[in-house]
């Protein structure tokens, strides 16, 4: 019995501040935040942390193997650059790749993010305020807009135009605004009846000034909770087009177009998909944790106890 109440007290510290920790995991998503903050950071620093040129091609390297796990293949052919992730199907350095994709997809996210955010926005205050002959013809365009198939207009657009950055980001914003403009309206809805509104309208202020000033404050919650939730799916577009061939052409390191390069050499070479798909993977799954905890913080109904 005393060798086990002095175990017992010698764990009572340490499972308190497993405890703890656990309670602030829970409470804060705290590796979430950090996994998005070191995209931040490879993404802003991608050309100081790459160590190889991302779209340098070397033959000696084809579909070598990662310097972590196969260093005997290097030692046999002294003459290849060290790829500490390996090499993909034209000897170049998918770790460079990787990195330099987190910088394509933070720019082409968040460029469409903040575009479609801004028009979808626009026209839900625009349909909630002034509803009527208005706010019916925005919803129908809206359900003819979600009744069209994104990815036959992606490649009849990358037919037409040809695959490039500005139409990937024009594209991705095409889908950004459909989602905020139906939730926003139902905040505007209840908004415009409020008595400050009332009195407003009855001061003589114009239908700009009530809408910038006392409804557009309002629903700044809502839209940032629904664009924390989007800029993930909007990245895994992207990711999508490119795997598609609709997306960044070539040779650009974009990480759907690396998974799409590297699919006919998996049972070779499965890094070249494995490493992008797994930057993928972290990257959805952090945003989506932020943006369901950013909801419940933001949300009083939604509002957790600890």
Same mark, same amino acid.
């Given at each position: 019995m005393k060798n086990i109440s002095s175990i017992l007290k010698i764990l009572k510290l340490p499972l308190f501040y497993l405890s703890e920790i656990w309670r602030l995991l829970r409470r804060y998503p705290i590796i979430s935040v950090v996994l998005i903050i070191l995209l931040f950071f490879t993404g802003i620093f991608a050309d100081l942390?790459?160590?190889?040129?991302?779209?340098?091609?070397?033959?000696?390297?084809?579909n070598a193997p990662g310097y972590l796990w196969d260093k005997q293949w290097y030692a046999e052919n002294p003459k290849a650059p060290k790829y500490l992730l390996g090499?993909?199907?034209?000897?170049?350095? @998918?770790? $460079?790749?990787?990195?330099?994709? *987190?910088? #394509? /997809?933070?720019?082409?996210? %968040?460029?469409a993010l903040v575009t479609g955010i801004t028009i979808g926005t626009t026209l839900a205050l625009i349909a909630g305020y002034f509803g009527g002959h208005v706010d019916e013809i925005i919803l129908r365009f809206l359900d003819v807009w979600y009744a069209l198939p994104f990815l036959?207009?992606?490649?009849?657009?990358?037919?037409?135009?040809?695959?490039?950055?500005?139409?990937v980001v024009i594209l991705l914003a095409l889908v950004a605004w459909s989602a905020t403009v139906r939730n926003v309206r139902a905040?505007?809805?209840?908004?415009?009846?409020?008595?400050?509104?009332?009195?407003?309208?009855?001061?003589?202020a114009s239908n700009f000034r009530i809408i910038m000033t006392h409804i557009?404050?309002?629903?700044?919650?809502?839209?940032?909770?629904?664009?924390?939730?989007? @800029?993930? $799916?909007?990245?895994?577009?992207? *990711?999508? #087009? /490119?795997?598609?061939?609709? %997306?960044?052409?070539?040779?650009?390191?974009?990480?759907?177009?690396?998974?799409?390069?590297?699919?006919?050499?998996?049972d070779s070479a499965w890094w070249s998909t494995v490493v992008p798909g797994v930057s993928i993977m972290l990257l959805i799954i952090s945003l989506s944790f932020f943006g369901d905890w950013l909801r419940d913080r933001l949300?009083?109904?939604?509002?957790q106890l600890d």
């Open positions: 942390i790459s160590p190889h040129d991302p779209i340098k091609q070397n033959l000696r390297s084809r090499g993909d199907h034209m000897g170049r350095d @998918v770790l $460079s790749r990787t990195i330099h994709g *987190a910088r #394509l /997809s933070l720019i082409t996210g %968040g460029t036959l207009i992606a490649m009849v657009a990358v037919i037409i135009f040809g695959s490039s950055f500005a139409l905040e505007v809805l209840t908004l415009r009846e409020r008595d400050y509104v009332l009195y407003s309208r009855i001061a003589g557009f404050p309002g629903v700044i919650n809502t839209v940032v909770v629904i664009a924390s939730l989007r @800029v993930g $799916s909007l990245i895994l577009s992207e *990711a999508s #087009l /490119s795997f598609l061939g609709a %997306g960044i052409p070539s040779p650009t390191p974009a990480w759907g177009l690396m998974i799409s390069e590297g699919r006919a050499y998996v949300d009083p109904r939604l509002t």
